[in-house]
């Protein structure tokens, strides 16, 4: 039987319960797989150089569609995005969403530190760096409305998360919105934080995934969730697992905050038809509300 592949998030649950060996405690026989992100970056040529940066339109909701509920081919058997990218792609039947959990990313727009933006009404006109149909672009609109008319808001789709970090320190924008690790490299840096878009994440896998191996990673994540809690300084340099090594000269993870949370709460079918309503109103689909399947198809749970 083929090894059941675990996809990593930025976060700190799957390399604590590695190291603690609660998934082989859960008979899982296991290995973990990259999320490619090599579709979805701008290139340190256009970095580097003078003129404007080309909109990156592809991200997470497209990586599904590429692999079919895998985020990107050969990737993990289950994996996590944003649970607005989640639900609509387990809406379309590009993969199940899991209904059991979900997580908690802590997420903010930041500013260079000698930015004149001081709230975020400041951010008027301005480009703000996310990434394309992620949860980076989602939590802007949803953070921003709250402060400006959408004819206001304007977003910059800059690529991965580790793209909107290399765009955010050359300069080359105005303000970013990045969540977990991403953002304590710039916050060391001297970025600051000038609105919250701390957001929801989702679990979602390709159909015909064994779901008993999934209750087993996740009853996994719940141990390891723990441990992070009442110590979380025991665990923190697993970061640099996910940080790009371009950037470990930069930091001291020790400062670090805990990153992405896992919430053991189900992903109800009030806030799936309620996420539905949001993107559908903001036209963020090509689809409307009509394409796919009902709650109970879409989610595991």
């Known amino acids: 039987m083929a090894k059941f592949r675990i996809q990593p998030h930025g976060r700190l649950q799957e390399w604590?319960?590695?190291e603690m060996g609660y998934f082989r405690d859960e008979g899982l026989d296991y290995e973990f797989s990259s999320d490619d992100r090599s579709a979805n970056i701008v290139s340190p040529e256009q970095i580097r150089s003078e003129g404007p940066i080309d909109d990156v339109l592809f991200g997470a909701f497209e990586s599904y569609q590429a692999g079919g509920g895998r985020k990107g081919e050969d990737a993990g058997d289950i994996s996590c995005a944003c649970h607005w990218t989640v639900n609509q792609a387990a809406k379309v039947e590009q993969g199940v969403m899991w209904g059991k959990a979900y997580s908690v990313g802590d997420a903010a727009i930041l500013v260079a530190g000698d930015s004149d933006v001081k709230h975020p009404s400041d951010l008027a006109g301005q480009e703000v760096a996310v990434g394309y149909?992620?949860?980076s672009h989602y939590s802007a609109v949803q953070?921003?409305?709250v402060f400006l008319p959408q004819e206001e808001i304007r977003l910059k789709f800059g690529g991965a998360p580790w793209s909107r970090v290399d765009l955010a320190l050359a300069g080359k924008i105005s303000a970013v919105n990045v969540w977990g690790p991403q953002r304590y490299v710039l916050e060391q840096q001297g970025f600051r934080r000038v609105c919250d878009t701390t957001f929801m994440m989702g679990y979602i896998f390709p159909a015909g995934t064994n779901h008993a191996a999934i209750e087993a990673y996740m009853r996994a994540l719940e141990r390891a969730q723990m441990d992070i809690d009442l110590e979380p300084e025991?665990?923190?340099?697993?970061?640099?697992?996910?940080?790009p090594e371009r950037f470990h000269d930069m930091v001291d993870t020790r400062c670090f905050g805990t990153g992405e949370r896992v919430v053991f709460l189900p992903y109800t079918r009030e806030m799936f038809e309620?996420?539905?309503?949001?993107?559908?109103?903001r036209k963020l689909f090509d689809v409307g509300p009509e394409a796919g399947v009902t709650y109970e198809k879409a989610v595991f749970g």
């Open 16 to 18: 604590v319960a590695d």
């Open 133 to 135: 149909h992620s949860g």
């Open 143 to 145: 953070a921003l409305e």
């Open 234 to 243: 025991r665990y923190k340099h697993h970061f640099l697992k996910e940080i």
């Open 274 to 281: 309620t996420t539905q309503r949001w993107m559908h109103e």
